[in-house]
């Protein structure tokens, strides 16, 4: 089974602008969560979609979102983007088959570069 | 709400001698504890998990955790040490069936040839 896939895997935008992370599950998970990793904050949750639905979000501004899709790929925006957002993003996916934490699998990450 | 706290965000020990990365949580209600492993530019590596099934857990690359409840901790060990475990290990905590991941803040090994 391939593994959770994540594109771009390099990212260089400058402040103000915003932009778009993609990622596809392992086939047949449902649920994607997203992180945040950074050498000051460390990893920390963003937000978890399952069905096409935000089912967890954590303790970001507004200016992050996500979405998923029917076929359970998801995709986070940055908006308005800051120097503190520069950051690898992490993407992971689960079975998530409800009422028990089922093992999350990483992808590779975005490294984004905020100028 | 839970949380974690890795003992020692630098390890480094001489090849062939033990490994021992400490992880203590916190946590109102039963945990799901996990080890992950970041080499550098990946992503996470799953190593092993806690899922209350046995307090002794075994994981890749001969690495195992101890759960004890009465310390709340979560110690990850290997017996030996290898040259290509030198990465960052980082334990997490989950707790609720929610599919969120509470992360303590790494502990970078690195192996003395």
């Known amino acids: 089974k391939a593994g959770v896939t994540q594109t771009p895997r390099y990212l260089i935008k400058t402040r103000g602008q915003q932009v778009t992370l993609s990622c596809s599950p392992i086939s047949g998970h449902r649920s994607v969560s997203w992180y945040q990793q950074t050498p000051g904050q460390g990893l920390q949750f963003l937000f978890e979609y399952f069905s096409e639905t935000q089912r967890n979000k954590g303790n970001f501004p507004g200016r992050f979102s996500g979405r998923q899709f029917s076929n359970s790929r998801s995709e986070m925006n940055v908006s308005t983007l800051e120097l503190g957002d520069s950051a690898l993003y992490l993407c992971a996916s689960s079975t998530s088959s409800g009422g028990r934490t089922d093992t999350q699998y990483f992808g590779p990450g975005t490294r984004l570069t905020v100028l | 709400a839970q949380s974690v706290t890795q003992l020692g965000s630098h390890v480094s020990v001489s090849e062939g001698a033990l490994v021992l990365l400490r992880c203590n949580y916190s946590?109102?209600?039963?945990?799901?504890l996990f080890w992950y492993v970041q080499y550098p530019n990946q992503g996470l590596q799953l190593l092993l998990k806690?899922?209350?099934?046995?307090?002794l857990v075994k994981g890749i690359n001969g690495f195992e955790a101890e759960f004890k409840k009465s310390e709340t901790s979560f110690h990850l060990t290997k017996p030996s040490a290898h040259m290509s475990d030198a990465a960052e290990y980082f334990c997490?905590?989950?707790?609720?069936?929610?599919?969120?991941?509470?992360f303590g803040q790494g502990t970078r090994l690195t192996i003395n040839p």
């Open positions: 997490a905590v989950s707790v609720g069936g929610a599919q969120k991941l509470v």
């Open positions: 806690y899922t209350s099934a046995a307090t």
């Open positions: 946590s109102s209600v039963p945990p799901y």
